[in-house]
Every structure is written in structure tokens, then in C-alpha cells.
């Protein structure tokens, strides 16, 4: 379980890496600063938003329903990020 959660720890931090470096690349010199403030916003509230959604809905739901949704977003949500990267691949 730890080494779980510090390959997790790893993964993540790796990603937040990667993409600011892809923010910063793209952002224009004179607002980057903007850019990365709003970046960093989008990535904590992805990450605190779904926690606080599965709490609520398991508060109505229960618990096992709240997962089950929970599962089914996120694996539609990884589907079109698939499809987006795949049609995107094969346009470049």
C-alpha cells in the first residue's frame, strides 16, 4: 500500500511536470504567469472536485452506487480522451 501510494504520488507529480512544461512552452512570454495561475487552478479543482462529488452523492446514494457513477464518469471520460488523442494522432 505504500509503495502504492508513493508510485502514485510519482505519477502525479510527473503529470503536473509535464504539463506545465507544455503551458509553459505554449504561453505567450507576457501573460504566462496567467496562464500557468489558471492551469494550476483547473488541475486542484480536478482533483478536490470529484472527491467532494462521490462524497455528496454517496451522502444521497449510498456508498457502492457513488462509486459505481463514479467509475462509469471517469471511464467515459478516459473513452473520449482516447478518441480525441487517437484523431489528433492521425491528423499530425
Known amino acids: ?3 502504492a501510494a508513493a508510485l502514485g ?3 502525479g ?8 512544461e ?3 512552452r505554449i504561453a505567450p512570454a507576457d501573460r504566462r504567469s496567467e496562464v ?3 492551469y494550476l ?9 470529484p472527491v467532494i462529488g462521490v462524497g455528496l452523492l454517496s451522502a444521497v446514494t449510498g456508498s457502492f ?7 462509469a464518469v471517469i471511464s467515459a471520460l478516459a473513452g473520449m480522451a482516447a478518441l480525441t488523442g487517437n484523431k489528433y494522432a492521425a491528423s499530425n
Request: include cysteine; glycine fraction near 16%.
Open 41 to 49: 487552478v483547473v488541475c486542484f479543482a480536478g482533483n478536490s472536485l
Open 22 to 24: 507544455v503551458v509553459n
Open 1 to 3: 500500500m505504500i509503495f
Open 36 to 38: 500557468v495561475s489558471s
Open 9 to 11: 504520488g510519482v505519477a
Open 65 to 71: 452506487a457513488a462509486h459505481v457513477v463514479f467509475a
Open 13 to 20: 507529480g510527473l503529470g503536473y511536470r509535464g504539463g506545465l
